[in-house]
C-alpha cells in the first residue's frame, strides 16, 4: 500500500506570494492532518480535516488554510507569506478516528526569501 | 492545554549499547496516549511506540521499550542494542481525546550512535 505523498518536496517562495502544498493520504484514510515544523517552534499543529471538513484547528493566523476533497486528498494553502513561513511542512493521515495512528508524510519544505 | 518536555537536546551512544531518552508531559485528561516518533534525516517521521495511559503495563517494540511513569507524568524511551540506523531525531508526543486527533510535540532529542 503506498504511503502518505506530499507535492511538493521543496519550493521556494517570495514574500507576498502565496503556495498551494498538496497531501495524498494512505488509500481508505479519512483524516488529514497539517503540521508546521521549525527550527525555533519545533512541530506545532495546523489543522486536520475529515471528510472534507476541518475537524479541528491549531493556533495559525488566517493566512493559513486548507481543504480537503471527496477522495481525502489535502492541500494547505498560505497567502501573504512571510520570512518566518519557511519551514518544513508535514501532513498526517489516519483512517479517522481519535487515536489512530497516524502516518506521516515525507514533508514539503518551503523556503520564503 | 497540554505539554511535552524534552530535557535532553542531543545524546550520543555507543553502537550495541543502550540509550535513555527523557519526556514528561503535563495533562490534565484522564484518557491519553503517548508516542515517540523517530525522524531520520530523510525528514519522515516514524512511529517507534505508543503506550496507552490506561494500560499499566510498559509497551515494547523490538529493542524500544518505555518506562511510563503515571503519577510522575514521565515518558522515557530506552533503546536497546543501538545501531547506527536509530541514529535520528525523536519526538515525545501526546494526544488527549478531548484535543481531538491534535499531537502535541515535545522539542526532540538527537540520537548520535557512533561506531
Same mark, same amino acid.
Given at each position: 500500500? #503506498?504511503? $502518505?505523498?506530499?507535492?511538493?518536496?521543496?519550493?521556494?517562495?517570495?514574500?507576498?506570494?502565496? $503556495?498551494? %502544498?498538496?497531501?495524498?493520504?494512505?488509500?481508505?484514510?479519512?483524516?488529514?492532518? &497539517?503540521?508546521?515544523?521549525?527550527?525555533?517552534?519545533?512541530?506545532?499543529? %495546523?489543522?486536520?480535516?475529515?471528510?472534507?471538513?476541518?475537524?479541528?484547528?491549531?493556533?495559525?493566523?488566517?493566512?493559513?488554510?486548507?481543504?480537503?476533497?471527496?477522495?481525502? /486528498?489535502?492541500?494547505?494553502? $498560505?497567502?501573504? %507569506?512571510?520570512?518566518?513561513?519557511? #519551514?518544513?511542512?508535514?501532513?498526517?493521515?489516519? &483512517?479517522? #478516528?481519535?487515536?489512530?495512528?497516524?502516518?506521516?508524510?515525507?514533508?514539503? /519544505?518551503?523556503?520564503?526569501? | 492545554?497540554?505539554?511535552?518536555?524534552?530535557?535532553?537536546? =542531543?545524546?550520543?551512544?555507543?553502537?550495541?549499547?543502550?540509550?535513555?531518552?527523557?519526556?514528561?508531559?503535563?495533562?490534565? =485528561?484522564?484518557?491519553?496516549?503517548?508516542?515517540?516518533?523517530?525522524?531520520?534525516?530523510?525528514?519522515?517521521? *516514524?512511529?517507534? *511506540?505508543?503506550?496507552? @495511559?490506561?494500560?499499566?503495563?510498559?509497551?515494547? =517494540?523490538?529493542?524500544?521499550?518505555?518506562?511510563?511513569?503515571? @503519577?510522575?507524568?514521565?515518558?522515557?524511551?530506552? *533503546?536497546?542494542?543501538?545501531?547506527?540506523?536509530?541514529? @535520528?531525531?525523536?519526538?515525545?508526543?501526546?494526544?488527549?481525546?478531548?484535543?481531538?486527533?491534535?499531537?502535541?510535540?515535545?522539542?526532540?532529542?538527537?540520537?548520535?550512535?557512533?561506531?
Amino acid at each position: 500500500k #503506498a504511503g $502518505v505523498t506530499q507535492t511538493p518536496r521543496y519550493l521556494i517562495k517570495t514574500r507576498g506570494q502565496q $503556495v498551494t %502544498l498538496s497531501c495524498s493520504p494512505i488509500s481508505g484514510h479519512r483524516s488529514v492532518s &497539517w503540521y508546521q515544523q521549525t527550527p525555533g517552534q519545533g512541530l506545532q499543529f %495546523l489543522f486536520e480535516y475529515f471528510s472534507e471538513t476541518q475537524r479541528n484547528k491549531g493556533n495559525f493566523p488566517g493566512r493559513f488554510s486548507g481543504r480537503q476533497f471527496s477522495n481525502s /486528498r489535502s492541500e494547505m494553502n $498560505v497567502s501573504t %507569506l512571510e520570512l518566518g513561513d519557511s #519551514a518544513l511542512y508535514l501532513c498526517a493521515s489516519h &483512517w479517522g #478516528a481519535t487515536y489512530n495512528e497516524q502516518f506521516f508524510g515525507p514533508g514539503t /519544505r518551503l523556503t520564503v526569501l | 492545554a497540554q505539554t511535552v518536555t524534552q530535557s535532553q537536546p =542531543e545524546m550520543s551512544v555507543q553502537e550495541a549499547e543502550t540509550v535513555t531518552l527523557s519526556c514528561t508531559y503535563d495533562t490534565s =485528561e484522564s484518557d491519553y496516549y503517548l508516542f515517540w516518533y523517530k525522524q531520520p534525516p530523510s525528514r519522515q517521521m *516514524i512511529l517507534v *511506540i505508543r503506550q496507552e @495511559a490506561y494500560k499499566q503495563q510498559n509497551a515494547t =517494540e523490538n529493542r524500544f521499550s518505555v518506562n511510563f511513569q503515571k @503519577a510522575a507524568k514521565s515518558f522515557s524511551l530506552k *533503546i536497546s542494542d543501538s545501531q547506527l540506523g536509530d541514529a @535520528a531525531m525523536y519526538f515525545c508526543a501526546s494526544l488527549t481525546e478531548a484535543a481531538g486527533n491534535k499531537l502535541t510535540f515535545g522539542g526532540g532529542t538527537r540520537v548520535l550512535v557512533k561506531p
